[in-house]
Structure formats: C-alpha cells, structure tokens
C-alpha cells in the first residue's frame, strides 16, 4: 500500500526573495511585478524578453523596462546570450521540476542569497531621452502624460522634464491620474519647477498617494494648512513667504486642530515678545498649548486670566513689603530715633 499527501496547489511551489516584499512591493509596477512573478516560476531556465512579452500580453519595451528594474535592484542579471536569469542561478542550471515534483529543499536558497546585496539606488533612477522616446511611441498613456503635462505647466517639456514624468510613473509607480493632479496642485501654489515637482513626487511615493482618493485627500490637507499658515503670517504682521515645515506643522496645529482665532495668535504673539524680546514660534506654541489645555479659548478668557494673574502678583508683592516693614520695625532699628 501506498500513501499520497494531498497538498493541492501546494504540490507546485517557487521561492520568492524577502527583498521583493520587504523593498519593493510598493516602488514595482504591475509589469514589473509581473514579470519578476514569472521568471521565478521558471527558475533555472534562460528566459527571453520575447517569451516574456507572450506570456505577459504586454510589449517587448514594457518587458524591457520592467526587467531594467530588477536588474539595477541585483535580483535579475543577463545570461552571455542575453536572456535573463534570477541573480546567483547558473546560467547551465537544470530545467525546473515538473509540477508535481517536490521542490527541493535547497533551491528556494538561491534567489534568497540574493536579496541581502538588492539595495535600490539612493535617488530615482531617471531613463534616457532614447527610452523615453520609445515609451511614448508604444503607450498611449505615456504620450497622453506628456501632453496634458506640457498643458498644465503651461509649457514645452524638455528631455530632463519628460525623462522625469516618466521616471514618476514607472519608477514610483504614481499612475497617471496622480501625477497630473500633483502637478495642478504644484502649479497653483507657484512652484512649476521640475526639481520641486520630483521633491513632492518621492514624497507621494514614500506616503503611499496612489490614487485619486488619496491624492484628493493629500492635496485638500495641504491646502488647509498654507491657508492655516496664511492666518498666522497675518495675525503676525510677517511678510508673505514660504513657511519652512515646522511652522507649517505649527500653524496646522494651532488653526486646524486647537481651533484658535487669529486674536488668540496675536496675543500669543504680544505675550511672547513681552517675554523674550522677540518673536519664537516655539514659545508661542507653548502660550497657545496650555490655554488648550486649560479651556482658555477666546481673548476675553486669556485677558481674564491674565488680570488675575497680575492681581495675586500684586497681592503678593504688597505682602511681601508688608511683612519686610514688620521685620524691619521688630528688629529696633527705630530705637536710637526716640527721645
């Protein structure tokens, strides 16, 4: 008699490197994905961008892109004859086990040993003016980026500019939707540049803004507190200009989430001078932090506690003088003045 363990699906399996999950789940795009998916699947065989494309239905450009990615990560590398192989397989490897074959213990070792040297570059990767040429020409969606980007900033978009947009798309991974609205927004708050635009890019990227719901969402806080910021800067008297990221946290917390009136930050403001002699947003937040602590929410509140601070103060600085005649008088000094 004979015994069979049924595992099912379970039966046909390939490792998959810790590096894929752990670094690049977020950056890799479908294709990419996608197409490193495959090449696992056929472990130990020399694969083609040709074989790739048929079994992805996408073209041999986007196949190209995508294996680009993973070869600059070190988890894929190109075979003498040019096909593409998982980093640290021979290239004379055997072919992979049929389906129903166990898979060996020692083979999922592989791709594994791998991952520790995968490290993604320090700043995106951008493609040359060549490929960006050709991703335009074979994408719809690509060429319909660059159009409506030329028309949302209002100008021709240079090499640079496009091998950035493109670089946003396939190396972020911000669908398309996204990045125009990024540079709507960018536009309207007058930074069209395209050095600030990658900035806020990576940012999108790092914070997971890949849809519209998201990118909605990101730009209706962010214009929430440049106009949060526009409160205090005129509550202050301060010249119009870019606040730096902590005054804007500051302004956000002080307008948006304590709710305080544009006299509360003044009188945060005079309180702070009278203080320090000059103007600290730090100080300010500690005046505004503790009337939020404390209940005390509009100026009359703030005056009130103000005068009754001033009143004991007063209270004991008479009783103070009181106390230091009393001294005085018991210490008879006053008794070489009597006759």
């Given at each position: 008699m004979s015994y069979l363990l049924q595992l099912g699906?379970?039966?046909s399996v390939f490792a998959v490197p810790t590096a894929l999950v752990d670094r690049h789940l977020k950056l890799a795009g479908a294709v990419?994905?996608?197409?490193?998916?495959?090449?696992?699947?056929h472990g130990g065989e020399a694969v083609g961008e040709e074989a790739l494309s048929a079994a992805l239905g996408v073209s041999k450009a986007?196949?190209?892109?995508?294996?680009?990615?993973?070869?600059?990560?070190?988890?894929?590398?190109?075979?003498e004859s040019g096909e593409l192989v998982p980093a640290g397989k021979p290239e004379d490897a055997p072919a992979a086990q049929?389906?129903?074959?166990?898979?060996?213990?020692?083979?999922p070792a592989a791709p594994q040993s791998a991952a520790p040297s995968a490290v993604l570059p320090q700043r995106p990767?951008?493609?040359?003016?060549?490929?960006?040429?050709?991703?335009?020409?074979?994408s719809s969606e690509i060429a319909m980026l660059m159009q409506e980007s030329q028309t949302i900033l209002g100008r021709l978009i240079n090499n640079g500019d496009s091998s950035t947009l493109l670089m946003m798309h396939d190396y972020l991974g911000l669908p398309t939707d996204v990045i125009l609205m990024l540079l709507q927004y960018t536009v309207s708050v007058g930074k069209s540049n395209m050095?600030?635009?990658?900035?806020?890019?990576?940012?999108?990227?790092?914070?997971?803004?890949n849809t519209h719901e998201k990118a909605e969402e990101k730009i209706r806080r962010l214009n929430e507190s440049t106009r949060a910021w526009g409160v205090v800067e005129q509550a202050l008297g301060i010249s119009r200009r870019s606040p730096t990221k902590q005054e804007t946290e500051l302004a956000s917390r002080w307008i948006l989430e304590w709710r305080f009136?544009?006299?509360?930050?003044r009188e945060a403001y005079e309180r702070c001078v009278d203080q320090t002699g000059k103007l600290s947003l730090r100080y300010m937040d500690k005046i505004l932090e503790r009337w939020q602590r404390e209940g005390i929410l509009s100026l009359d509140a703030?005056?009130?506690?103000?005068?009754?601070?001033?009143?004991?103060?007063?209270?004991?600085?008479?009783?103070?003088i009181s106390y230091d005649i009393d001294s005085f008088e018991r210490s008879g000094a006053f008794d070489s003045f009597s006759t």
């Open positions: 699906a379970w039966n990419q994905l996608k197409a490193l998916l495959w090449v696992l699947r986007d196949v190209a892109d995508a294996m680009l990615y993973w070869q600059e990560c070190g988890l894929i590398v190109k075979s049929p389906p129903a074959a166990a898979p060996k213990p020692e083979q990767q951008k493609p040359d003016p060549a490929f960006v040429a050709s991703r335009i020409a074979e050095r600030y635009i990658e900035k806020v890019a990576i940012n999108w990227a790092d914070e997971e803004i009136t544009p006299d509360m930050i703030a005056r009130r506690e103000q005068e009754q601070k001033n009143a004991a103060r007063r209270e004991q600085d008479q009783s103070r």
